[in-house]
């Protein structure tokens, strides 16, 4: 009696080891993902200041200065939107994933407790 006990809480304590080992994994995942976007958007960010930094030193008036600025707006923009669909891309990744890990959490958490409802049930019809 004691024995299924034991390996009751052994198999419990592996499946949850198993399963926030995944999760950690999920995690690690995503924000690695997001970081690498967060330094592109910062290289973005810094590139386009020296080019604006640039843009002062290099115009011949004031009409090259705006539609210089007009240029390097437009850019920045581009690049910028290009960083917010990659990291909805990986948030949305992140979401499937956890979404999954989840549904097989429960499922693997369910299963005990099928099993304990079924013994007894089987005792009882067999006792009847």
Do not use: C
Not at 5 to 10: A, N
Not at 107 to 120: R, S
């Amino acid at each position: 009696m004691q024995t299924d006990y034991i390996e009751s809480w052994t198999s419990l304590s592996n499946s949850a080891y198993a399963s926030f080992k995944e999760l950690g994994e999920i995690s690690t995942k995503a924000t690695e993902k997001l970081t690498d976007q967060q330094l592109g958007f910062l290289s973005t960010f810094m590139d386009t200041g020296v080019k604006h930094l640039t843009l002062y030193s290099e115009a011949k008036g004031y009409k090259d200065l705006l539609s210089g600025f007009t240029k390097l707006s437009t850019e920045y923009n581009d690049k910028l939107l290009e960083t917010l669909r990659k990291t909805t891309e990986v948030l949305m990744e992140s979401k499937d994933d956890l979404t999954s890990w989840a549904e097989k959490a429960i499922d693997t958490g369910l299963a005990p407790i099928k099993k304990a409802t079924v013994l007894p049930a089987k005792k009882v019809a067999a006792a009847s």
